[in-house]
């Protein structure tokens, strides 16, 4: 199965080069999958960080977006531009653990399977309330995944996942939760979905009360969002 992994960039530089790394010699991709890198709107120096990995290394393609357009517009750029079997969304500010990527591509054999998503893990960066609290988050999450899993109920995408290319050609461009939509996309078509919980990507969590609220609105916007659009 050839691969091609999608990476959707805004002002990333303190990471890209981290995860690029990561996916080119830690991940054990094969000679003929690509890693596509959409840079949107950027100001900082994560286009030149990009281009230099695929200076030095073919697989690596960067593609830039002048101005910022949201994550749903670098994700169909990366649709339309991945000649991969199977496409492995990753966010750019993540980090996958050792064979995550394999874990991912390994449940993709299974015919009626059409998207496999990994388990994502926040860096415990402090004691406080909120950093309990999403931590506690989390874990609930691959509590609800796994029981979800086991009963052949999935029907949500996580950080990182991984598609059949064909499931889904293009996102309407206000899309805010791209991993809910494809995800119902893949269901309406009887495609099923898989967790992996040995497939770990390591994210970033909210710091303040402030922006894990925020972020929790954001989400539920979305999924109502993704309601109304379907």
């Not at 339309?80 to 449940?107: M, Y």
């Not at 406080?128 to 029981?147: A, I, N, P, T, Y």
């Not at 996102?171 to 939509?181: G, L, Q």
């Amino acid at each position: 199965m050839r691969l091609t992994v999608g990476i959707c960039s805004y002002n990333e530089g303190a990471n890209i080069g981290h995860l690029l790394g990561n996916i080119l010699y830690e991940q054990e991709l094969s000679a003929e999958s690509e890693v596509l890198v959409v840079c949107s709107g950027c100001t900082d120096n994560t286009v030149e960080i990009a281009q230099k990995y695929a200076e030095k290394d073919s697989r690596v393609k960067v593609l830039v977006e002048n101005e910022r357009q949201g994550k749903a517009s670098a994700i169909n750029l990366i649709l339309a531009n991945a000649k991969g079997d199977a496409i492995l969304f990753v966010s750019a500010d993540t980090l996958p653990h050792k064979g995550c990527f394999s874990q991912l591509v390994s449940k993709m054999q299974v015919p009626n399977v059409g998207i496999v998503c990994g388990r994502p893990i926040p860096i415990k960066r402090s004691n406080s309330l909120v950093g309990r609290l999403v931590q506690l988050l989390w874990h609930f999450h691959d509590r609800v995944f796994k029981e979800l899993n086991a009963a052949g109920l999935a029907r949500h995408a996580t950080e990182i996942f991984c598609i059949r290319k064909g499931i889904v050609d293009k996102m309407p461009a206000e899309t805010i939760n791209d991993d809910a939509y494809i995800a119902l996309m893949a269901k309406k078509k009887r495609w099923l979905i898989e967790y992996e919980p040995e497939s770990c990507v390591s994210i970033c969590g909210p710091e303040t009360f402030s922006d894990y609220l925020k972020q929790r609105r954001r989400i539920l916007y979305g999924h109502h969002q993704v309601k109304k659009l379907t």
